[in-house]
């Protein structure tokens, strides 16, 4: 077998990005920053091969070969690194602990098949949206190493329905009738199924697995199988590389880098069942330097996740995730497929797209937060974007996540009067070039918070065939330009609500029942341009609030 070698690439240097000021759809506003991307150090490699087989491992799918692979791994890694090969075969092993300077390559006919036997995974000290927290120790991790890789076309199983909990409704009856009959815990009302009462305990336990003062992880046993693992956990690393590798059926998320830095992924393919219970495909958790590209991901959460802590803690940590490329990646069903947040407490920035195609995702390009959360997210770059049955928003900006905005309520006004503190977040500087979208439910949706609009959204070239049109909410600054919209409920086409110093120009529709609709008091300077009008059996209406000289309109 001829040992793997890793070649270094980089990605062009000097990365300086300014930040934007607030303006319209002109030429200054179309300066982005694509000729100065960020650099990427990928890890190098020595020659030298172990094979696992050297230290006893079996591929007989029935020899628990934890033992066997670590020791290559360690052996490896004392002698100065290399390349520990996982050969042919069907490997069953519980987890996997890297070390510096080791490239693990699965084999393209070989499977890494983890154990669903749960006592092999111990409780840690681990980390999970955001928090500190108890977990089980991850299938494969590696925390304060430099120079680490996992390569090669096999496959990585993580055995995740042993440990997932799921709801009914996402089962056929036959796999509902094959689950229950497996064991496991039936809720009271029928409706979920449960891996053990070790679960439920630990489901019905307030805060269960935030580690509090004074305890132990002995505290938290009687609760065990709740504490879902990540596939794959990186911690602290450095110059890290995975690529080719197939991760699928984790029992949480699939890949999770944290605080990594010279990150790059490339090639992977990561495949979770589609109702996998927070089955995201990856998450970059304040990270620093990531290439991200020619990867395709099927996720039962979001697909291509840009997290940086939560809350308090994550702002306490004040790590961002920046300078980041994602780039000719696919993403099939997901709740998003490009995402930033909610747990992004830490800020985002310096952050390019391009490329990229969402197939069936929940949403397209999703970015979500909410009060509470804090951090800046800023200077996003995206283009060439491709998407088909996009179920709910193509492009949406939200800081209401997992709440109700004004307009859902009813209210059309937010009455609470929240002061502007560390935990507002923040969604700035946004530039979106070249999207297409055939099928979806709404085009673009942006929820802002009264006392803390989203700022700077520039969206151009857009074509959108969705059922919805453009609905703005508390935006400052929010610029479309050159945008197609076919749409089937027009009335209205587009609907602003307190925002202000929105423009549009060259918006082009079929037709349309109300083009557009002003409401809020605080509406003002929507300034509509190059645009026929003559098409809308309505063209405008002012209401709740909104001043008819909210609104221009020229030619």
């Not at 890694?77 to 490997?91: E, N, T």
């Not at 590798?245 to 880098?257: E, I, K, R, Y």
């Not at 770059?381 to 800081?399: E, H, Q």
């Not at 060259?506 to 605080?522: E, V």
Request: glycine share 10%; proline share 3%.
């Amino acid at each position: 077998m001829p040992a793997f070698f890793i070649n270094s690439f980089t990605i062009k240097r000097s990365f300086a990005i300014a930040i934007l000021s607030l303006c319209t759809m002109g030429a200054a506003a179309q300066q982005y920053s694509w000729q100065h991307l960020p650099h990427i150090t990928a890890p190098m490699f020595k020659h030298d091969t172990i094979s696992i087989i050297k230290y006893g491992a079996k591929a007989d799918g029935i020899t628990l070969n934890t033992a066997s692979i670590n020791k290559a791994i360690a052996a490896c890694s004392a002698k100065g690194g290399g390349v520990v090969l996982v050969p042919q075969g069907l490997w069953l092993t519980g987890p996997i602990v890297l070390k510096s300077n080791v490239n693990l390559h699965i084999s393209r006919a070989a499977l890494l098949q983890f154990t669903d036997d749960k006592t092999q995974y111990p409780l840690v000290e681990g980390n999970y949206e955001g928090h500190a927290a108890v977990r089980n120790q991850s299938p494969i991790s590696g925390t304060d190493l430099a120079n680490i890789a996992i390569t090669g076309e096999g496959v990585i199983d993580g055995h995740g329905e042993a440990w997932r909990a799921i709801g009914k409704e996402r089962l056929t009856q036959q796999e509902w009738d094959k689950l229950v009959t497996s064991g496991g815990e039936v809720s009271a009302n029928g409706k979920a199924w449960y891996p053990s009462k070790s679960y439920v305990k630990g489901l019905n336990t307030p805060d269960a697995g935030i580690i509090k003062p004074g305890k132990t992880l002995n505290d938290y046993a009687d609760m065990k199988d709740f504490f879902r693992p990540n596939l794959l956990v990186l911690t602290n690393c450095k110059k890290v590389l995975l690529q080719d590798v197939t991760f699928q059926n984790s029992p949480a998320w699939c890949l999770h880098t944290l605080l990594c830095e010279d990150l790059s992924l490339k090639g992977i393919h990561v495949r979770n069942p589609w109702n996998a219970q927070n089955g995201d495909g990856i998450d970059v958790e304040s990270c620093r330097n990531v290439l991200l590209e020619g990867s395709t991901f099927d996720a039962g959460d979001d697909g291509i996740c840009i997290k940086s802590g939560r809350d308090e803690e994550g702002r306490r940590r004040g790590k961002p995730t920046e300078n980041v490329i994602v780039r000719n990646d696919v993403v099939y069903r997901a709740h998003g497929g490009f995402v930033i947040g909610s747990e992004m407490s830490g800020g985002a920035r310096n952050i390019f797209v391009s490329d990229c195609s969402f197939i069936g995702t929940d949403v397209g390009l999703r970015f979500k937060t909410t009060r509470g959360r804090g951090g800046v997210v800023e200077n996003i770059y995206i283009k060439n974007i491709s998407m088909r049955d996009i179920v709910t928003n193509a492009i949406l900006f939200d800081m209401y996540y997992m709440g109700k905005s004004p307009g859902e309520d009813g209210s059309g006004n937010d009455e609470n009067n929240v002061p502007v503190t560390e935990a507002t977040p923040q969604f700035r500087n946004f530039y979106v070039d070249n999207v297409v979208c055939i099928g979806a439910e709404r085009a673009v949706e942006v929820r802002g918070l009264p006392e803390m609009n989203i700022k700077n959204i520039n969206l151009q070239n857009l074509v959108m065939k969705t059922n919805k049109g453009v609905d703005i909410t508390e935006g400052t600054g929010i610029n479309l330009k050159n945008v197609r919209l076919y749409c089937a409920d027009t009335n209205p086409l587009i609907n602003i609500n307190n925002s202000h110093d929105i423009n549009f120009d060259n918006i082009t529709y079929d037709n349309a029942q109300l083009l557009f609709s002003l409401s809020g008091k605080k509406t003002a300077g929507v300034k509509v341009s190059h645009t026929d009008l003559s098409k809308a059996a309505t063209k405008t209406e002012f209401k709740s609030g909104a001043a008819e000289n909210s609104l221009s309109i020229t030619n």
